[in-house]
């Protein structure tokens, strides 16, 4: 028999080893200075998938580092160049904030014009 060990919480929420705690999720978009294809509205489309791991990767790496980073999901794409909506997903804890991601991404922007190797036009935190 093998031991595993299950979270006793619902979606949405983690266990600390006391209690079950909320993830908070904040949706993002940036609007990168890139061509919008017609191949970027069907997920199966290499050229999505492609766009999408680059980019999950280019996110990670711009949040990774702030406290109680879980994860960043990138949901599509838009037309307007190619604006990317995603999610970043945190534990909660009173230190992350909308107002944290979105200067997490402003600066980031504010930097180097670039999130990665794709050059940005705006970004929104919504």
């Known amino acids: 028999m093998t031991d595993t060990i299950s979270c ?17 999720v ?7 200075e890139k061509e919008f294809t017609e191949e970027l509205k069907n997920k199966s489309s290499p050229v999505y998938q492609e ?14 580092d702030i406290l109680n980073f879980q994860e960043v999901v990138v949901l599509g794409f838009r037309n307007g160049s190619v604006i ?15 107002i944290v991601v979105a200067e997490t991404v402003r600066d980031q922007i504010k930097k180097t014009g670039k999130l990665g190797n794709y050059q940005v036009k705006s970004a929104v935190v919504q």
């Open 8 to 24: 006793p919480c619902n979606d949405g929420y983690f266990y600390d080893g006391v209690s079950c705690k909320e993830f908070i």
């Open 26 to 32: 904040i949706k993002d978009e940036v609007a990168l």
């Open 51 to 64: 766009l999408e791991r680059s980019m999950t990767a280019e996110l990670y790496e711009t949040f990774k």
């Open 84 to 98: 990317v909506d995603f999610k970043v997903v945190y534990r909660k804890d009173k230190n992350n904030t909308k």
